[in-house]
């Protein structure tokens, strides 16, 4: 075993590390071994019990750092083979890295960093450790080598960080991430396998389109220079990026598009040759027509407002032939003149502008296209009259909607109908979920259930905000704690009555400033098979007397209420939630300090009759009653993966062992109201 000190500041080394960023690390090591000429290359997220990156492992088979490698390897910054050649040494491929600074990265996924390599060196094959720790960055140990029949390659593994940043890791955000940096390298080399947390990462099969443009930019002075422009469009959500690429598609350095192309997932790759020459200039030189970068990338966004502006008129027909297709579309037959023409064209380009906001059921998209075709034909001045015809509005309703329309645009309108149609209908939807017998005794806890809730957290009331979700009570009053301004709790976790943890679904907040309060909700969500008794009552009290308890909130100008949500209730349950000196279905109320906390036993009758309350003036103007297909569509539509089998057509349902008969831990959503 020796010890290799890097010859850098700390501060410096910690810079380049950019442990904010992790999710660029894992990319930085997965080039590594690609660089190494690794056919496959895996990284493995390991998870808590509640979700939380504990430690992540990349393991490849390329070619391993021998033994007389490693010393130049770890004790400078810099001067990597790699900046010597752009081909790999066996496979001649290309070659990402270069300036020897990734191995540094790791410190972004762990305090405590190590590789196992094995390569074939001067004396033969061998494997060799390396271990370094953030509590001294510039300290690498590596061990002595060891002769082995192993196959060749690295596994680097990075623990011991504790940060909300690590969980970003998970998210198919990430994989998104992973995938339009890798596509241009993955497209030239089939044979290339990336693994990422199980899953392969595979550009083609989520490429819609793929496009190629010869670009051409100039700096004053100077004669043309040219470029390629590649536009790879995505069937998957993604950040829009222009990547500066090499001549072979390698990323020297991302930047932002930095134009309007609504309605698409994208990814720009400009290619040039000298771009590894002029890395980190599009820091300094964007927008500046006298720098190269900056000259291409001006000449690349060019090339781009031009595609989309073209894929826009592509789209719109698609939508409108899709339109006649499915018979909703408000004309019929062709234009018998050059006014009914021109009203199309024009009815052609509002419908498809806003298609993205108007409702997806047939009978609401046909009444909303017919909308849109009498405001093109009659002005939007005349709009509230159309409306007022469909919907029976009062005369107050129709000076309002007149202001309305006088402020807002077109599409706002039909977002705002959009959204309340889809409230109604979810409304439908649950309560088929919660009381339909048959679907009820299916319906699982967690991985539906509450999963489905997380997206529609409206539900308990318009003023809330989602904080936390399936995370540990710890987490929550931290959560807390980081909204107020205040430092992290110390250490000690908070324990429930019986010395257990325990685990919240949901954490929604608000701030009453007017009170100078903060308000929390957390709710206890049961699968709508259970019976509410003692057992699952205890459980919301022991949460809400864990959070009384904590002396570190005693002092906090907090209202928190704790519902437990269910179907149904054993008759103790029902006669606790009548108590005489307490409001209906207040189980509990306890003060500590400045804090309030209440425990409350809700049914999913009460909380659904509330929502249909507060949405009665929209559901009589609609005359909106979705049936159990439409109910179905809707979940499909927004939730699939989440929904029971029962509930998908034409699919028959198998039933089996599932959550729905255990006690999940509460899910906590910011309200103090508790009624």
């Known amino acids: 075993m020796r010890r290799v000190h890097l010859e850098a500041a700390e501060d410096h080394v910690e810079r380049l590390a ?4 992790p999710v660029g690390a894992v990319k930085e090591l997965v080039w590594n071994g690609l660089d190494a000429e690794a056919t496959r290359v895996e990284v493995i997220l390991e998870t808590t019990a509640i979700g939380a990156v504990e430690k992540v492992t990349v393991i490849d088979n390329g070619t391993g750092i021998p033994p007389e490698g490693c010393d130049p390897a770890f004790e400078r910054i810099g001067g990597s083979w790699k900046k010597r050649t752009r081909r790999s040494p066996n496979l001649n491929r290309f070659l990402h890295g270069s300036t020897g600074q990734g191995r540094l990265r790791g410190y972004a996924l762990g305090h405590h960093i190590r590789w196992t390599t094995v390569a074939d060196g001067i004396g033969g094959r061998q494997r060799t450790i390396i271990r370094a720790g953030a509590g001294a960055r510039n300290d690498f140990e590596i061990s002595s080598p060891q002769p082995t029949d192993e196959p060749t390659g690295t596994v680097f593994e990075a623990w011991g960080r504790q940060s909300p940043r690590l969980d970003q890791l998970t998210n198919q955000k990430s994989v998104a991430a992973l995938t339009t940096e890798l596509a241009t390298y993955l497209t030239v080399y089939r044979d290339v396998e990336v693994i990422y947390n199980g899953e392969r990462i595979d550009p083609q099969a989520s490429i819609l389109r793929d496009a190629e443009y010869d670009i051409v930019f100039a700096v004053e002075g100077e004669q043309p220079r040219t470029a390629m422009l590649r536009v790879l469009e995505w069937s998957m959500k993604t950040d829009r990026e222009l990547h500066l690429c090499d001549a072979d598609g390698i990323t020297v350095d991302i930047t932002d598009v930095n134009i309007k192309a609504p309605g698409f997932n994208f990814t720009a790759y400009v290619l040039w040759d000298a771009m590894p020459e002029h890395q980190g200039d599009f820091l300094l030189g964007e927008g500046r027509l006298d720098s190269h970068v900056g000259a291409l990338i001006t000449a690349a966004r060019d090339k781009l407002r031009e595609h989309f502006k073209l894929r826009a008129v592509e789209q719109r027909r698609e939508v409108v032939q899709q339109w ?9 037959g062709e234009a018998e003149t050059d006014t009914d023409t021109v009203e199309r ?5 509002v419908a498809t502008t806003v298609h993205r906001q108007i409702p997806r059921t047939s009978r609401q998209l046909r009444t909303t296209l017919t909308l849109l075709r009498e405001a093109v034909r009659h002005q939007p001045d005349n709009m509230h009259h159309l409306l007022d015809e469909m919907f029976s509005l009062s005369v107050d309703d129709k000076a309002t909607l007149k202001t309305l329309l006088d402020r807002t645009s077109l599409a706002t309108v039909i977002k705002a109908s959009n959204n309340v149609a889809d409230r109604l209908t979810f409304l439908a939807a649950l309560e088929h979920m919660v009381f339909e017998p048959e679907v009820r005794k299916v319906v699982k806890e967690r991985s539906q259930l509450h999963k489905i809730l997380e997206n529609e957290v409206w539900v308990f009331g318009e003023h809330f905000n989602l904080l936390v979700s399936d995370r540990s009570l710890d987490a929550v009053l931290d959560r807390h704690l980081a909204i107020l301004g205040r430092e992290n709790r110390y250490p000690s976790p908070v324990r429930r009555l019986d010395g257990r943890g325990g685990i919240v679904d949901l954490m929604l907040s608000r701030a009453r400033k007017e009170h100078d309060r903060r308000q929390h909700l957390v709710v206890e969500l049961k699968a709508p098979a259970i019976v509410v008794s003692h057992k699952e009552i205890n459980q919301i009290e022991d949460y809400a007397l ?16 704790f519902w437990l949500v269910t179907t149904d209730m054993a008759d103790i349950a029902k006669a606790k939630a009548k108590s005489t000196d307490r409001p209906p279905g207040c189980i509990g109320q306890y003060q500590q300090g400045a804090a309030t906390v ?9 909380i ?4 249909h309350e507060r949405l009665k003036y929209f559901k009589e103007q609609f005359e909106h009653d979705p049936t159990v297909e439409q109910v179905k569509e809707y979940l499909i539509a927004h939730h699939n993966g989440l929904i029971p089998e029962l509930l998908i057509p034409d699919q028959r349902s198998s039933t089996e062992a599932d959550d729905a008969t255990t006690s999940s831990a509460p899910a906590a959503t910011g309200d103090g109201s508790g009624s």
């Open 608 to 611: 659904i009759d509330d929502c």
């Open 18 to 21: 950019r442990e904010n960023d």
């Open 598 to 606: 209440r425990v409350w036993l809700r049914s999913w009758a009460q």
């Open 345 to 349: 064209e024009t009815f052609d380009l």
């Open 324 to 332: 006649k297709a499915d018979g909703v579309y408000p004309y019929a």
């Open 546 to 561: 864990a959070v009384v308890s904590d002396p570190q909130f005693a002092d906090v100008r907090v209202e928190w209420d």
